[in-house]
């Protein structure tokens, strides 16, 4: 099991920036595809970017393509997921999760288990 813990949420206005963190624990965490997932009030979890154990691939939601940028530091066992230019349509509780295989993260996260995933940190975008 890892344990992960987000930070970084907060209220921002549109256009603005934020970065949000992903701490894990553990020793093998490069050995870990990590992921971002988005759940607004009343609608689905989402997809919205993930990253391979090393870092040399890299996959996002199209909504967000071009405006977030995931990436990972495997010395701080640390993920991060910079938005920019945010919409009000990005607000929602966002939550990282962590699978051996990059393929369960982007296309089949309801197979990682829930001690894989964090408690999330919540991102208010106003207009």
């Known amino acids: 099991q890892v344990q992960l813990v987000e930070s970084g949420g907060g209220l921002v206005q549109a256009g603005g920036s934020l970065r949000l963190s992903c701490a894990a624990s553990?020793?093998?965490?490069?050995?870990?595809?990590m992921g971002w997932f988005r759940q607004a009030p009343g609608k689905e979890r989402e997809f919205v970017a993930a990253?391979?154990?090393?870092?040399?691939?890299?996959a996002y939601a199209d909504s967000v393509k071009g405006r977030f940028t995931i990436s990972r530091d495997n010395a701080k066992n640390t993920v991060y997921l910079q938005m920019n230019s945010l919409k009000p349509e990005d607000t929602a509780l966002y939550y990282c999760?962590?699978?051996?295989?990059?393929?369960?993260?982007?296309?089949?996260?309801?197979?990682?288990?829930?001690?894989?995933w964090g408690q999330g940190t919540q991102v208010t975008v106003s207009s």
């Open positions: 990253i391979s154990g090393g870092g040399g691939s890299t």
């Open positions: 999760a962590a699978d051996r295989s990059l393929v369960v993260v982007t296309t089949t996260p309801k197979a990682i288990p829930k001690g894989y």
């Open positions: 553990g020793r093998t965490f490069s050995s870990y595809a």
